[in-house]
């Protein structure tokens, strides 16, 4: 058998309905909205932005009822609606607003904007424009901001959207170099072996029979296609996933991009391979959908991506990418909570995203050293996957915090309320009692390279990240949510901790420090080598930047229970299913 190969052409699917207009005497409706503009911050002004840089907008619908609401009270697993969760149809009818989709997606093919397409909720309608078209549209003008090694453009001010019901405009402020770090599967230096599949199974308690009946999206950039040879032969090779087969695989392509180094690197499909091995290794009976999207783009925050994974009626996403850092709040520099994000909660559709691989920096920017936490991982709407090492200790199966100098799972403290449902076993350092903020991540897998997969034909390991936590973390929910009745199923972060305080045997808690004696999540660059015959003074070390120093001085340091590298821990699927039946 071979992989499906499908198809879905998006944004003309509407056809004549698209040129309906309203009746000429009506004046047309407009909205405004103005640009959060946190990441400006520590920039100044620098002239006006180039006409020709190309923006990728995102245009939220408000939803007819609170959705807000409802997805923060879904969220609470003490919540009394906490499971009365929506099907795709009942949200559209509840929340959708197709009309003015439509109208909206009319006025940007007038304003000769490309690539345009519509969420089958009716709420997300976005597209491709430059920064001229984008001033004509929306009569605002865009300015070019600068500290002198950042830049960003912003429009000047509020933008006047002419169209009514208008929630958010999504990627009007943007990084002129966008840098997806967590997209961007390295090689990872810590030292242990690479895991075929099944052996890989055997160390993470993985249960048999795992993913029947479910459905893993993974959202991966259009730039960076697997080879459909190289799933083939991680499924033909030693060891295979019992039970996983090439037709549980498919592609669905939302966008069109040569190979390329948009999400940071070229790898020519090295992510695409690694998110469908880990799931096909952790949930080997689930079917697995690589979503090709335009993600890594300036000032993209995966929400049409995100729009796009939901309208494939998902039972899990999983997001492999850090769009960027958060140094105050959410809202200051990505602004309201995104629609996808809401809909997955109330769909009952768990949504996994990565810490991050930049340490206790959350996510790297040239020029700041200070700790920070990634988005969307602080989001409370969504699951943060934190990295572990999985390998051998004197021959048994052990786990400790992924550090391995360059590369660290990302994790902290945010600025964000913590939510009700964050609090796990025991009165430790982060209790409620003296932390009164998000903390992340939330759970962690393996994300040293331990599993073997094939990439051009190659068997090779020691490549991961965050990224390929998330993936391994979404499979597990799919694999237990398999096997457990809809009203026990794991649907959010707050699922999580409710199965941490009441079956805490229910994960594994990587307690203890990987094979270099790292416990926490701060880098400690390699120092660059100097010329041969140096005789000049050292240059100066990169300065250590430790994350949680209010709890913790030496900063964010694995422990006994919840901590801020690994989070609650790594999940045993077997004592899940156990403790859920």
């Not at 309608?125 to 078209?133: A, F, H, S």
Request: hydrophobic share 40%; charged share 20%; aromatic share 6%.
């Amino acid at each position: 058998m071979t992989l499906q190969r499908s198809l879905l052409l998006v944004g003309c699917a509407y056809g004549a309905l698209l040129l309906c207009a309203a009746p000429g005497d009506a004046a047309p409706a407009t909205s405004r909205f103005s640009a959060p503009t946190g990441s400006l911050a520590g920039m100044h002004p620098d002239g006006a932005a180039n006409p020709k840089t190309l923006l990728h907008i995102a245009i939220e619908l408000q939803p007819k009822a609170d959705l807000d609401a409802l997805a923060a009270a879904m969220s609470d697993p003490a919540s009394p609606g906490h499971r009365m969760t929506l099907t795709r149809d009942a949200f559209v009818e509840r929340f959708g607003r197709a009309p003015d989709a439509r109208a909206l997606n009319t006025l940007l093919k007038a304003n000769s904007v490309s690539d345009i397409a519509t969420a089958g909720d009716g709420l997300v309608v976005g597209g491709i424009l430059t920064v001229e078209q984008a001033e004509h549209l929306f009569h605002a003008t865009w300015s070019k901001w600068t500290d002198g090694t950042r830049t960003a453009l912003a429009p000047a001010g509020p933008l006047t959207v002419p169209a009514p019901n208008v929630r958010d405009v999504r990627g009007v402020v943007v990084a002129t170099t966008p840098r997806l770090n967590d997209t961007r599967p390295s090689f990872t230096y810590f030292r242990g072996d690479w895991y075929e599949p099944a052996r890989f199974r055997s160390m993470t308690d993985a249960v048999d029979g795992g993913g029947s009946g479910q459905r893993i999206v993974v959202v991966e950039d259009a730039s960076d296609r697997f080879d459909t040879n190289d799933v083939r032969k991680f499924l033909t090779a030693e060891g295979p996933p019992p039970g996983a087969t090439e037709r549980s695989v498919s592609e669905r392509s939302f966008a069109f991009k040569s190979p390329s180094s948009d999400c940071g690197r070229d790898d020519r499909g090295q992510e695409g391979a690694l998110d469908v091995d880990a799931s096909l290794t952790m949930a080997p009976l689930a079917e697995t959908i690589a979503a090709y999207d335009d993600v890594c783009s300036a000032g993209n925050d995966g929400t049409l991506a995100l729009a796009r994974a939901l309208d494939l009626d998902p039972t899990v996403i999983v997001f492999p990418f850090t769009v960027g850092p958060v140094d105050g709040s959410i809202a200051s520099r990505y602004g309201q909570t995104t629609i996808p994000q809401l809909e997955a909660i109330v769909r009952g559709i768990p949504l996994v995203v990565p810490a991050g691989d930049d340490g206790a920096y959350g996510y790297r920017e040239a020029g700041i050293e200070r700790p920070r936490v990634a988005w969307p991982c602080v989001s409370p709407y969504v699951i943060c996957a934190g990295g572990t090492q999985l390998g051998d200790r004197d021959g048994v199966a052990d786990e400790g915090p992924w550090n391995d100098d360059d590369h660290a799972t990302g994790g902290g403290i945010s600025r964000e309320p913590r939510p009700a449902w964050q609090n796990a076993p025991g009165d430790f350092i982060f209790s409620t009692a003296y932390v009164k903020n998000r903390i992340v991540p939330d759970v962690a897998g393996d994300a040293a390279g331990h599993l073997r997969v094939y990439w051009h034909g190659y068997g090779l390991g020691g490549v991961g990240g965050t990224s390929e936590s998330a993936s391994l973390v979404g499979a597990e929910l799919a694999a237990i949510n398999s096997l457990v009745a809809p009203g026990r199923r794991l649907l959010t972060a707050g699922d999580l901790y409710a199965l941490a305080r009441t079956a805490p045997a229910a994960f594994r808690d990587v307690s203890r420090e990987n094979d270099r004696g790292w416990k926490d999540n701060t880098l400690r660059p390699r120092r660059k080598a100097l010329p041969k015959n140096f005789r000049g003074i050292l240059p100066t070390p990169a300065p250590l930047v430790r994350g949680c120093t209010d709890q913790q001085p030496d900063g964010c340091t694995v422990t006994t229970g919840y901590d801020a590298v690994t989070g609650i821990g790594s999940i045993k699927e077997k004592s899940a299913v156990e403790a859920l039946r």
